[in-house]
């Protein structure tokens, strides 16, 4: 992709590890990302900055990431945000839910790179679009 | 020192499994009663077994003011509240404590239980005071009691919860799985972020939850957790929400607590079958070098800490 173009993605994970990981990663490949460790404040930051992609954690000790989906996706300033929800928990009905509140894709942690690049990929960028350009 | 009385009424998951193969441990689904010593009463969890817990506070005459975790809200650890005869008197004061799930608050998930397609009566008819207390990853007190909750490994919003009281710490954690049973526990060190290939690094990353779960269980005089399948079970059942013995077992030595509990016993496990997995968890910890006492939890059994 180009690297003038702007894609703000917020990353929302209780543990610093891994959300530091993803937005390394992300920045490697050109995009924008910043990540938030206290879920408490991700709505208001959401709210303010409108990120176009959102990688929500599900297990987090203050707002846990289905609850802040179905907030993003019901306030009309932030419903068109995309969201991705990854997750260490690898459970069907958590899956289906997260799809029904408006999650756009669903992961379970751990994950390729590559996977999670791709869903990025697929829900930002147009078809003709190229991200693994290094 | 005052004591924590801890009296197990249910231990069965997921359905009741009355019978002659499990007698002896018993086929009501989780429910167990804690009588701090000059303190409060706590009601863990409402599967089937919390209808004989009822009996029994009847008995005593006297009115009953008891607080109610419920750890989450699959079948096996609600479906004896609409049984809970105390529930139904006047005078009788319950708190019901436990998580919200992402479109319904505790309120509603504990009254839709009752609606009348289910069950004749409804919560209204409960004629004891009955209040609601949402709750999520926290800390906080109850009658000298301090209460932290954390949430587990099992499909939903299921809660493990800690109780601290004059010194002495009870741990619960009735349905939970092993964080990351599909990779090996290395975990990169993020620091070295830069002299290693980032993708590598991502790609073999797995957040170290479990290690959250032991400081949890950290030096409990009384652990009381999952321990459902045996280890060649488990591996078909990933995913299902529940412990092998084993990884119960290592999580009592890495927390080094006093005492061990093995709960939430498969339904297709007959008594034999449970006497050969506390069996089995007792050897593991004596090769451990850590040979704590360690039970199946059974129907009557009372543990005083």
């Known amino acids: 992709m180009s690297q003038e173009k702007n894609y703000d993605i917020l990353v929302i994970d209780d543990n610093l590890e891994q959300a530091n990981l993803i937005k390394l990663l992300l920045e490697q490949y050109g995009f924008n990302a910043k990540y938030l460790t206290d879920s408490s404040k991700a709505f208001d930051m959401i709210l303010k900055e409108k990120p176009r992609l959102v990688i929500l954690d599900i297990m987090m000790p203050e707002v846990d990431g289905l609850r802040l989906c179905k907030m993003i996706k019901q306030h009309p300033d932030t419903a068109n945000t995309r969201i991705i929800i990854y997750t260490g928990k690898n459970y069907e009905s958590d899956r289906r839910k997260a799809l029904a509140l408006g999650a756009d894709v669903f992961l379970t942690k751990p994950t390729r790179s590559y996977v999670l690049l791709d869903a990025i990929k697929n829900l930002l960028l147009p078809a003709s679009d190229e991200i693994y350009q290094s | ?92 004061r319950f708190t019901i404590i436990g998580s919200d799930d992402t479109n319904v608050n505790l309120n509603e998930i504990i009254s839709f239980q009752m609606n009348p397609t289910y069950f004749p009566v409804a919560i209204e008819d409960m004629m004891a005071d009955i209040q609601f207390r949402s709750i999520g990853e926290e800390t906080f007190e109850i009658e000298g009691v301090r209460v932290q909750s954390m949430y587990l490994n099992h499909p939903g919003y299921a809660l493990g919860f800690r109780f601290t009281y004059q010194g002495r710490h009870l741990v619960y954690i009735s349905d939970n799985e092993p964080f990351r049973p599909f990779r090996n526990p290395e975990t990169p060190d993020v620091k070295q972020v830069q002299k290693k290939k980032l993708e590598e690094i991502f790609d073999n990353f797995v957040e170290n939850k479990d290690e959250t779960l032991i400081r949890f269980c950290e030096h409990a005089d009384l652990l009381i957790h999952d321990s459902q399948f045996l280890p060649e079970e488990y591996q078909e059942k990933i995913t299902w929400g529940h412990s092998p013995f084993d990884y119960t077992v290592d999580l009592a030595v890495k927390s080094m607590v006093k005492q061990l509990i ?44």
Request: hydrophobic share 35%.
């Open chain 2, 1 to 92: 020192m005052k004591y924590i009385k801890v009296k197990f009424w249910g231990v069965r998951g997921s359905i009741p499994t009355p019978g002659p193969s499990t007698i002896r441990y018993g086929g009501n689904t989780p429910c167990i009663e804690v009588q701090f010593q000059d303190g409060p009463l706590f009601i863990l969890d409402a599967g089937t077994g919390i209808r004989e817990l009822g009996k029994q506070l009847l008995k005593r005459n006297q009115p009953v003011n008891a607080y109610i975790f419920l750890s989450h809200y699959h079948w096996d650890h609600i479906q004896g509240l609409p049984f809970f005869r105390p529930a139904y008197q006047a005078g009788n």
């Open chain 2, 262 to 305: 093995l709960f939430h016993h498969d339904p297709l496990h007959d008594d034999r079958m449970i006497d050969r997995i506390q069996a089995l968890s007792q050897q593991r910890l004596k090769e451990s070098g850590y040979a704590i006492p360690c039970w199946a939890a059974q129907e009557g059994m009372i543990i005083e800490i």
